[in-house]
């Protein structure tokens, strides 16, 4: 019998078992002829041990296979009117191939229930409706499993909608994983005078705000633009100012010669009568 699996093989001799034996059962009234089933003896050898271990941890490694958990997104809160549609999105990730086999399950929780019921469920690449609830004819299936779409349509939104949905994806052998959860909202329509007022006040508001802004860039241009004239205006007397100091200069020292001549030609014509006067008092 082996030791391990319990199949009967032939048995080698003792000396080649290492730390198994045959042990006799003691205190059995036929001790001398009855031998006892073989077990690990407690003289196992520490190296026996661990390669034991080591196989046994590879079995085990090998006999599970490793599975990553799907993933599945929806948006939290959603609101609609009363008469609209909605749209909830439910998309997921997995780690594996989409299969023909990948299932996907909406349910429902109304507002203020602890039941929840399934209304829509999509199998073998057909989509079911179930006949539970009132969505059987109000609902409309706008996903697509290949591009990791589960996504849903509810049309004619009645105030008992308010609730929460759950989608639930199965992609097997990818099956572990949470589902996930979005919460609808259904508000009642606005009346159109209030909505009329509302939305004159709204224009109103954003008329005011639109003059302002272009108020206040018009004024801005303005005072931009009245102060580049005055630099202007400042610059351009600056340099008048400089040009008729500069002319006035030239003129200066033009007319300093001019006048040293005009002297000079003065005293010459006063010397000449002089001697003419002093001439004639002499023939005197």
Same mark, same amino acid.
């Given at each position: 019998?082996?030791?391990?699996?319990?199949?009967?093989?032939?048995?080698?001799?003792?000396?080649?078992?290492?730390?198994?034996?045959?042990?006799?059962?003691?205190?059995?009234?036929?001790?001398?002829?009855?031998?006892?089933?073989?077990?690990?003896?407690?003289?196992?050898?520490?190296?026996?041990?661990?390669?034991?271990?080591?196989?046994?941890?590879? &079995?085990?490694?090998?006999?599970?296979?490793? *599975?990553? $958990?799907?993933?599945?997104?929806?948006?939290?809160? =959603?609101? !609609?009117? #009363?008469?609209?549609?909605?749209?909830?999105?439910?998309?997921?990730?997995?780690?594996?191939?989409?299969?023909?086999?990948?299932?996907?399950?909406?349910?429902?929780?109304?507002?203020?229930?602890?039941?929840?019921?399934?209304?829509?469920?999509?199998?073998?690449?057909?989509?079911?409706?179930?006949?539970?609830?009132?969505?059987?004819?109000?609902?409309?299936?706008?996903?697509?499993?290949?591009?990791?779409?589960?996504?849903?349509?509810?049309?004619?939104?009645?105030?008992?909608?308010?609730?929460?949905?759950?989608?639930?994806?199965?992609?097997?052998?990818?099956?572990?994983?949470?589902?996930?959860? &979005?919460?609808?909202?259904?508000?009642?329509? *606005?009346? $159109?005078?209030?909505?009329?007022?509302?939305?004159? =006040?709204? !224009?109103? #508001?954003?008329?005011?705000?639109?003059?302002?802004?272009?108020?206040?860039?018009?004024?801005?241009?303005?005072?931009?633009?009245?102060?580049?004239?005055?630099?202007?205006?400042?610059?351009?007397?600056?340099?008048?100012?400089?040009?008729?100091?500069?002319?006035?200069?030239?003129?200066?020292?033009?007319?300093?010669?001019?006048?040293?001549?005009?002297?000079?030609?003065?005293?010459?014509?006063?010397?000449?009568?002089?001697?003419?006067?002093?001439?004639?008092?002499?023939?005197?």
């Amino acid at each position: 019998m082996s030791p391990l699996s319990g199949v009967p093989a032939a048995r080698p001799p003792r000396a080649h078992w290492p730390g198994f034996g045959v042990q006799r059962c003691p205190g059995h009234p036929k001790a001398a002829s009855r031998r006892c089933p073989l077990r690990v003896a407690a003289s196992m050898s520490p190296r026996a041990t661990r390669r034991l271990l080591l196989v046994a941890g590879l &079995v085990a490694a090998l006999a599970v296979s490793p *599975v990553s $958990p799907i993933h599945v997104y929806t948006q939290r809160e =959603v609101y !609609g009117t #009363v008469g609209s549609r909605v749209t909830l999105s439910c998309s997921f990730w997995s780690s594996e191939w989409i299969s023909e086999d990948i299932s996907i399950t909406w349910h429902f929780q109304a507002e203020g229930s602890r039941d929840s019921i399934s209304i829509f469920h999509y199998a073998k690449g057909q989509p079911y409706i179930d006949d539970v609830g009132t969505f059987k004819e109000r609902m409309e299936w706008a996903g697509n499993p290949r591009r990791r779409d589960g996504s849903i349509v509810i049309h004619s939104l009645e105030p008992s909608d308010n609730g929460t949905f759950t989608c639930d994806v199965k992609n097997p052998p990818d099956i572990v994983g949470k589902s996930s959860q &979005v919460t609808l909202y259904v508000l009642e329509k *606005v009346p $159109p005078r209030y909505g009329v007022v509302l939305g004159s =006040v709204i !224009g109103g #508001v954003l008329l005011l705000v639109a003059v302002l802004v272009a108020l206040g860039y018009g004024t801005r241009y303005c005072w931009r633009r009245r102060q580049a004239v005055l630099q202007r205006r400042l610059s351009a007397m600056e340099k008048g100012k400089l040009q008729r100091s500069g002319k006035d200069g030239s003129k200066r020292s033009r007319q300093a010669p001019v006048l040293y001549a005009m002297l000079d030609h003065g005293r010459g014509t006063k010397k000449a009568k002089g001697g003419a006067g002093d001439s004639r008092k002499d023939r005197k």
